[in-house]
Structures are given as C-alpha cells and as structure tokens.
C-alpha cells in the first residue's frame, strides 16, 4: 500500500456497512419491496468519495461501496473533485441531474456500488414530528406511552376522554371538555401537563445526521382541536376564548397563544366552519397567532452548551392546555414539528417533492436499469446518517416515497445509532425491546436494510479527547497517534446485540 494514503486525511470514519434482509418479501401499500439487485458482500467506507478519482478506494483497499456525505447546499464531487453545480436541496434538476448519473457510471466502472446519500433525501428525512397525546395514558398505545402526560384531567362528567366517533374523529381517543351552559367560565382546567419526555426540542448542541441539533429549523406547535360548529358560527361568539396553549422552555419561560373561535375560521364574520378538527389557525392582525412558533437558531427551548440533556433533571419543556370552560372543545395531541416535517407532510412544497421523486426515477431507477443488467455496481439504497425517535414519521414516509416510485426495487437504508434513538425514553436506564424496535422500524417506518455502527478504526488525537484504539495513523483522520493514550476498549454505538440478534 502506498505511503500516502488519502484516507490518513480525508476519512473520518471507516467501518462496514452490512445489510439485515428478510427471506420474505414485503407489502407496503400494495408495493412489493424487492430484494436488492446484487449478491455481494458490502464493504465500504463512510465519506469514501473523497477520493475523487478512485485512486485507492477500490484498487488498494478492496472497497465495493461509494458514499458521500451531503448538506443542504452541497451534493456530490465530480472525478475532478470540483462540486457539481446545482447539487443541493432545490437545485435545478436539469443541471445537475447527468452530472449525479456520470458519476454512478463512473462507480460502477470502478466496481463500486453507490450508496445514495442526497441532499434532499436527508433534509426531508430530518423532519422531526411529535404528537403529545391529552388522554390518559392508559388509552395510549404503550409503545408510545411517552408521548403522554403525567396529569391528564379527566372528571368523567365536564372534561373526559371519550374515542370520537364523528365523522372528524374516526374513532380516535380525545379529550372531550363541555362548557357550563349557566355560568360559563366559571371551571377553568389546564387539562395537560407534564409532558412525559421532554428532551426533543433541546438537543442543541450535539450533532448527528443531517444538522447539529434541534435548533437549525423552525419548529410549530400544532394542537389538534375542533369546537361546536353551531357555537363558532355564531357571530356574537368569535371572540370567545377557547384554549390557550402555554409552551414552556428548559429555563420555564413561557410563550403562550391564546385560541379564539375566530381562528377557527379565516373570516370571522362570512366563512362557515363546519366542526372539523384544525391543526394550523387563522391569523388575525387584532388576534395574532404568532406563540405557536420558535423560530429557528434561537436556541430557545435550551441555551446552554453545557447541560447534560439526558440525565440533567432541570429541564421543564412542556406543551400545556388551559381551557377557558367558555367553549365545547375536543383535544386529540399537540404535534410539535419542525421545517422539514412541515415542507414533507404539513405543508408540502412540492418542488422538494418533486426533486426527490426525480433522483429515485430519473436519476436511481435510470442507471439500474440501463447499462449491463447483470452488473452488481449500481445504486444500492437510498441512505440517512444519525436519526432521533421523532425523525422516524418523516423517515416513514419518505420511505414510503422511495418504494412506491421505484416499484419496490429501491427503499431507504438507515444508520442506527441506538443511543440517540433512546433518549425519547423517561428512564435513561431502560431500553428498548427487540420487539418495540422492530415496530418502529420494521412495521412503522418498513426499513429493511440497517446500518449499525461502532467507531472502531479511530485513533487516538495527541492531547485530544477523542475514541481510542490500536489502529495506526494511516486510519486515523489527523495522523497525529499517541500510542502512550491507547485505550484497552473501544467507543462504541451500537444497538444491543440481544436487540439485533431477536428481530433481525
């Protein structure tokens, strides 16, 4: 091997990327998920596009599996190593389109697989989207139990839970609060709070995946309500206090958005609001909505660097209801989402939309299906770095994408860092089952192929506090090796093998 070997520089992290399959194949909304296209063992290295022009990647270290890392405004490196012009989220697709398929021809010329990690794969795959449940836990699925309140108020006569089996309820558990017709106002309740798990919002400061922390986009706090449609179109009562949802940060400030009957409706005086349930609401320059609503980079929820979000008792994040007892009212969640999940699901933008259905059909499913057909080096999986619990609805959907416009031969492949999924547990101590890993994964967000890691071919940085091994400089990033500061053990962050070995 040569002296100088790029990967002693430019590679950050190496290890193996091996795929779990099902012998079974597997319906998704009417479209089979098929196996994948070739028959090899995958070996490859994490951000192995560095070395543009294939000098070693494959010849000297026997890799079959290209990958680059991607962002918002930066996307694959052509042979030359100069950025492909217009690779980013939003970019225009007729430019950089047969930039992106020469360089999967030139991998597969090279004999490597093309891992596709892309920019607007990851920004819409990084959507985050909870939704707190207001009824008792115990009407929960306990899967999901921390996504519920310690104190759901529940008298069994004025406010209860009760499945609404209207038209606009289909069923579903909500919290169910009527007015006193003679002295209205006069039983004020917050009907939730003390949010199970309130870490989502805080992480800050470490990264992981597509952006360091939850503070890189917008996040929206969206209750799902509906009120008596007779009541809200009633003119005299539009001004009518209905809720008000009280967010409160680590520190305990609060920002709080009083709900109207007019915000029901997007004119208080003309429009007919027929009873359904709302997420987003009216606007109104007397009447703003404008608490519903952290903007991004603030740092709100959690500004200081130096907390331990995981085991730092301090934190009073919450998403708490205070009804005015002056309106029927019926609460199913509040979700709590940010830009992403908002541009994927809520609110689509369909340019995103439809540069993510282009690189599936246009640009993956076009090279696998030209070119030798017998040829193993073609697109392997679509892929995500690091994710947190609340990424899965977005990564489930985006999947859903994935399969149903390739006609199941492409999906989505996920890197599972077990320790970040956990941190939605209220006990720090517990894990996980197999089985409950398999729900979210497997059956909830239908993943088949799964990424675990360990950063096992770190070096130690001299004066550094960083992993450890026994590997030697021309594995390490820096070059910079203390072999005084070799550790016995390594850093690892894995999913527990009894968890991998039951579901798996």
Same mark, same amino acid.
């Given at each position: 091997m040569k002296t100088k070997i790029f990967i002693s520089v430019l590679l950050l992290l190496l290890t193996i990327i091996f795929s779990f399959k099902n012998s079974e194949h597997v319906t998704y909304s009417g479209t089979e998920i098929l196996p994948p296209q070739?028959?090899?063992?995958?070996?490859?290295?994490?951000?192995?596009?560095?070395?543009?022009?294939?000098?070693?990647?494959?010849?000297?270290?026997?890799?079959?599996?290209?990958?680059?890392?991607?962002?918002?405004n930066g996307g694959w490196h052509q042979n030359n190593g100069t950025p492909i012009p217009e690779d980013k989220l939003g970019g225009d697709i007729s430019v950089y389109g047969q930039y992106v398929r020469n360089k999967i021809a030139s991998n597969e010329q090279n004999n490597l697989m093309t891992l596709m990690d892309r920019p607007v794969t990851s920004y819409l795959c990084f959507g985050q989207g909870s939704d707190y449940q207001v009824e008792d836990s115990n009407l929960v699925d306990p899967d999901y139990i921390f996504y519920t !309140?310690? /104190?759901?108020?529940?008298?069994?006569?004025?406010?209860?839970? #009760?499945?609404?089996? =209207?038209?606009?309820? $289909?069923?579903?558990?909500?919290?169910?609060?009527?007015?006193?017709?003679?002295?209205?106002?006069?039983?004020?309740?917050?009907?939730?709070?003390?949010?199970?798990?309130?870490?989502?919002?805080?992480?800050?400061?470490?990264g992981g995946g597509y952006v360091v922390?939850?503070?890189?986009?917008?996040?929206?706090?969206?209750?799902?309500?509906?009120?008596?449609?007779?009541?809200?179109?009633?003119?005299?009562?539009?001004?009518?206090?209905?809720?008000?949802?009280?967010?409160?940060?680590?520190?305990?400030?609060?920002?709080?958005?009083?709900?109207?009957?007019?915000?029901?409706?997007?004119?208080?005086?003309?429009?007919?609001?027929?009873?359904?349930?709302?997420?987003? !609401?009216? /606007?109104?320059?007397?009447?703003?909505?404008?608490?519903?609503? #952290?903007?991004?980079? =603030?740092?709100?929820? $959690?500004?200081?660097?130096?907390?331990?979000?995981?085991?730092?008792?301090?934190n009073k994040v919450d998403f708490k209801v205070l009804w005015y007892d002056k309106c029927d009212m019926w609460i199913d969640y509040i979700r709590v989402e940010n830009q992403p999940a908002r541009d994927l699901m809520t609110v689509p933008k369909q340019n995103f939309i439809n540069q993510l259905m282009y690189e599936v059909k246009d640009i993956a499913m076009n090279m696998i299906n030209s070119g030798d057909p017998n040829s193993p080096y073609k697109p392997y999986k679509f892929y995500i770095e690091e994710f947190e619990f609340n990424h899965l609805?977005?990564?489930?959907?985006?999947?859903?994408?994935?399969?149903?416009?390739?006609?199941?031969?492409?999906?989505?492949?996920?890197?599972?860092?077990?320790?970040?999924?956990?941190?939605?547990?209220?006990?720090?101590?517990?894990?996980?089952?197999?089985?409950?890993?398999?729900?979210?994964?497997?059956?909830?967000?239908?993943?088949?192929e799964i990424f675990t890691h360990s950063y096992a071919l770190n070096g130690w940085e001299t004066g550094g506090l960083g992993d450890r091994s026994f590997n030697p400089p021309t594995l390490h990033y820096s070059g910079d090796y203390d072999t005084s500061k070799v550790a016995p053990r390594l850093t690892r962050r894995v999913i527990p093998r009894n968890i991998l070995n039951r579901f798996l």
């Open positions: 070739q028959k090899l063992f995958i070996i490859g290295a994490m951000h192995d596009a560095m070395d543009h022009n294939y000098q070693y990647i494959s010849s000297e270290l026997g890799l079959n599996m290209f990958h680059q890392y991607t962002s918002e !309140y310690r /104190h759901s108020s529940d008298n069994n006569n004025t406010i209860k839970d #009760i499945p609404d089996n =209207t038209q606009y309820g $289909n069923g579903q558990y909500v919290k169910q609060c009527l007015y006193d017709r003679v002295s209205p106002g006069t039983h004020p309740d917050t009907i939730v709070k003390g949010l199970k798990t309130n870490r989502e919002q805080v992480n800050n400061f470490f922390g939850d503070s890189a986009f917008n996040w929206y706090i969206m209750p799902r309500i509906r009120i008596d449609s007779v009541f809200a179109n009633n003119s005299l009562n539009k001004d009518k206090e209905v809720c008000k949802i009280i967010t409160s940060n680590w520190e305990g400030e609060l920002k709080e958005q009083v709900l109207k009957v007019k915000h029901f409706k997007p004119n208080s005086d003309t429009s007919v609001y027929h009873g359904n349930y709302l997420e987003i !609401y009216n /606007h109104y320059d007397a009447d703003p909505i404008e608490n519903l609503f #952290i903007e991004h980079g =603030t740092n709100w929820f $959690n500004n200081d660097s130096t907390r331990d979000i995981w085991l730092d008792q301090g609805p977005s990564i489930g959907y985006v999947n859903k994408m994935i399969i149903d416009s390739s006609q199941g031969k492409l999906s989505l492949m996920v890197n599972c860092n077990y320790d970040m999924i956990n941190t939605i547990l209220v006990d720090r101590n517990q894990h996980f089952t197999a089985q409950q890993m398999k729900k979210y994964l497997i059956d909830k967000a239908k993943v088949r």
